[in-house]
């Protein structure tokens, strides 16, 4: 792995050892795998995860995951999803209503009885900080693939777990090639940014209840803000993730802010925004705006950072002539 920090894998004869660093401390282990044909297998396991792959019915509890699957070739194995309500995938829909696909509720505490009657050969949650654990499905024999990615340090170290993800379901090769041209698009992408001359001053998101999440410069939005040619404002937050801010923290920098990016859900105007806030009316930057609702911005930009990449550069640099494959932020006129 070559940008990934907290997984290792390790190749032995007829099996592979994943190893997944605890990104809370690094000092631990949070899991350990081995990946393989139940007659290759070692019969010794230790604290490791036995897994037999190819998995055939997966209860995978994010959207992210289940798109990254179709990709892959592998919706078929989607035994069951979680969070119905955001996955927006039209085979996984299909699948729900047909009967294919059960739907196991809420990801937090899963339908018990429906993961049961699934039968699944593994289940893929994404694992957070002081959560206590799963619960009652860590003690039903179940395999728990522990999807940590979004933990990692950067856009394409996040990325690389897809060449995991690929090995559970035996799309091992698909899923290097498609690591390899997301890393080939990326990094071109970033040396055109890199050559660029004006850094566009640049902040994002809004405020939610009174408080503004600002990304930390070390978090992969951050990472990835510089990557495209941006002056990021709050570059200097530290950490890995995001920061909660008071408004008038934000306004201080903000007001010398060139371009404004927005994920929403729902479409954004001006005019509603600074009502419901009047003093970020002190912003003079163009606002640019992602419609959650009607873009699939979570379930392709996670695994594909080179697409958000190039939408956010032809967003900040348009003397570059760069046309996104995706279009996820659109200007705000009103």
């Known amino acids: 792995m070559r940008y990934a920090r907290n997984l290792v894998l390790v190749s032995h004869e007829g099996y592979l050892e994943a190893v997944m660093l605890n990104p809370w401390d690094s000092t631990r282990i949070l899991h350990r795998y081995l990946l393989g044909k139940s007659d290759s297998l070692p019969p010794q396991t230790g604290d490791a995860t036995p897994i037999v792959t190819p998995l055939q019915r997966a209860a995978v ?37 047909e009967g294919r696909i059960a739907d196991l509720g809420n990801g937090m505490q899963p339908n018990i009885e429906r993961i049961i009657q699934l039968k699944p050969d593994a289940l893929m949650p994404t694992p957070f900080e002081h959560s206590g654990g799963y619960g009652r499905i860590e003690r039903m024999g179940i395999p728990i693939v522990e999807c940590a990615d979004y933990m990692e340090c950067s856009p394409l170290a996040r990325a690389e777990w897809i060449r995991f993800y690929g090995r559970l379901f035996d799309r091992g090769a698909k899923a290097d090639s498609l690591f390899l041209a997301i890393e080939r698009d990326y990094l071109a992408l970033a040396a055109r940014a890199a050559e660029t001359a004006s850094r566009p001053r640049m902040i994002c998101e809004i405020p939610q209840s009174g408080y503004w999440f600002m990304p930390a410069g070390e978090s992969t939005m951050g990472q990835l803000y510089a990557h495209a040619g941006a002056r990021y404002l709050f570059d200097d937050l530290p950490g890995a993730g995001s920061v909660s801010l008071g408004i008038e923290r934000v306004l201080e920098r903000g007001v010398t802010a060139d371009v404004w990016l927005v994920k929403l859900n729902g479409p954004l105007r001006r005019a509603q925004l600074v009502a419901d806030y009047p003093a970020l009316r002190r912003i003079p930057a163009r606002i640019w705006c992602c419609d959650l609702s009607t873009s699939q911005f979570y379930e392709e930009t996670p695994f594909h950072p080179e697409l958000l990449l190039e939408d956010i550069l032809s967003v900040l640099h348009p003397e570059l002539g760069i046309v996104p494959r995706r279009e996820y932020y659109h200007e705000v006129t009103e």
Do not use: D, P
């Open 61 to 97: 509890f994010t959207s992210v995951h289940c798109a990254l699957l179709q990709e892959l070739g592998c919706v078929s194995a989607i035994g069951g999803v979680c969070e119905l309500e955001y996955i927006h995938l039209s085979s996984v829909r299909e699948g729900v209503r």
